[in-house]
């Protein structure tokens, strides 16, 4: 028995626009109704979100009984997060503030297992006492499981934006997703992730990654900027997050109040 089909991965690598939400609440309630939404994915956010391993694992088990596929981001690029999280059975990271070829090729060796013909990967062998297996249930998960992880690197940086063309090209990397509040930031354009400047950058970001035949992904919260971003050539595209959602809706029924 061979590891899960990553449908996520089949669509994305089909040209199908693929739309999620970010979940940064920690809650396996929160991420079953969001799975049960209409969603693409819902990524689960280990890097701004109070998430711990107990409570990405409780909300993995939540979205299993939904559409939608899980996707996480782990808090940085150290390969025993990475490790932790793929045992729990995830298929799909997000890997933040990668800013050199060097980088994106460590994570990317990170996530797979080294394989009897290159010896490329580097993930831990020990997949029978994980989740990720069925504590041993998929006897082939080892050898089958590489095929079906989707990584994707996190540019927000204006080093990174150099050296696009070389992390794009990186053996492993899948998609590149562009963090523009990070990057407007490191560019000296704090707040400003419409700035002219930024807009340059993660345009000549997009191109890049497209060029290279790699998946691009962002995130707005303007359902006004939705179809542009699409129309720019993001096919995994977050339409917000669960934090700001809720915020949004009490403080709109607050001020209704009589």
């Given at each position: 028995m061979?590891?899960?089909?990553?449908?996520?991965?089949?669509?994305?690598?089909?040209?199908?626009?693929?739309c999620?939400?970010?979940?940064?609440?920690?809650?396996?309630?929160?991420a079953?109704?969001?799975?049960?939404?209409?969603?693409?994915?819902?990524?689960?956010?280990?890097?701004?979100?109070?998430?711990?391993?107990?409570?990405?694992?409780?909300?993995?088990?939540a979205?299993a009984?939904?559409?939608?596929?899980?996707?996480?981001?782990?808090?940085?690029?150290?390969?025993?997060?990475?490790?932790?999280?793929?045992?729990?059975?995830v298929?799909?990271?997000?890997?933040?503030?990668?800013?050199t070829?060097?980088?994106?090729?460590?994570?990317?060796?990170?996530?797979?297992?080294?394989?009897?013909?290159?010896?490329?990967?580097?993930?831990?062998?020990?997949?029978?006492?994980?989740?990720a297996?069925?504590?041993?249930?998929?006897?082939?998960?080892?050898?089958?499981?590489?095929?079906?992880?989707?990584?994707?690197?996190?540019?927000?940086s204006?080093?990174?934006?150099?050296?696009?063309?070389?992390i794009?090209?990186?053996?492993?990397?899948?998609?590149?997703?562009?963090?523009?509040?990070?990057?407007?930031?490191?560019?000296?354009?704090?707040?400003?992730?419409?700035a002219?400047?930024?807009?340059v950058?993660?345009?000549?970001?997009?191109?890049?990654?497209k060029?290279?035949?790699?998946i691009?992904?962002?995130?707005?919260?303007?359902?006004?900027?939705f179809?542009?971003?699409?129309?720019?050539g993001?096919?995994?595209?977050?339409?917000?997050?669960?934090?700001?959602?809720?915020?949004?809706?009490?403080?709109?029924?607050?001020?209704k109040?009589?």
């Amino acid at each position: 028995m061979p590891a899960p089909i990553n449908d996520l991965k089949t669509a994305l690598e089909r040209g199908d626009t693929q739309c999620g939400l970010w979940l940064a609440l920690a809650n396996g309630t929160v991420a079953e109704i969001a799975g049960k939404a209409g969603f693409d994915w819902c990524l689960i956010d280990a890097e701004h979100g109070p998430n711990t391993l107990t409570t990405i694992a409780t909300q993995l088990r939540a979205l299993a009984g939904t559409p939608a596929h899980a996707v996480v981001r782990v808090p940085m690029q150290e390969d025993w997060m990475l490790k932790q999280v793929l045992d729990l059975g995830v298929q799909t990271v997000v890997v933040p503030m990668v800013n050199t070829a060097q980088q994106a090729a460590q994570v990317a060796a990170a996530v797979r297992y080294p394989n009897s013909n290159s010896g490329a990967g580097s993930r831990g062998m020990g997949a029978v006492l994980a989740r990720a297996s069925g504590y041993g249930e998929i006897v082939d998960y080892v050898s089958s499981a590489n095929e079906q992880i989707f990584l994707f690197v996190q540019i927000e940086s204006a080093q990174a934006v150099a050296n696009v063309d070389a992390i794009a090209a990186t053996p492993g990397v899948d998609g590149v997703f562009v963090g523009p509040a990070d990057l407007s930031a490191d560019m000296g354009f704090v707040g400003q992730m419409d700035a002219p400047e930024v807009i340059v950058a993660i345009d000549h970001v997009y191109a890049r990654t497209k060029a290279a035949g790699k998946i691009v992904g962002t995130i707005v919260f303007d359902e006004k900027d939705f179809q542009n971003q699409i129309d720019r050539g993001v096919t995994f595209l977050g339409l917000g997050g669960d934090v700001y959602l809720l915020q949004k809706s009490l403080r709109s029924l607050a001020a209704k109040a009589p």
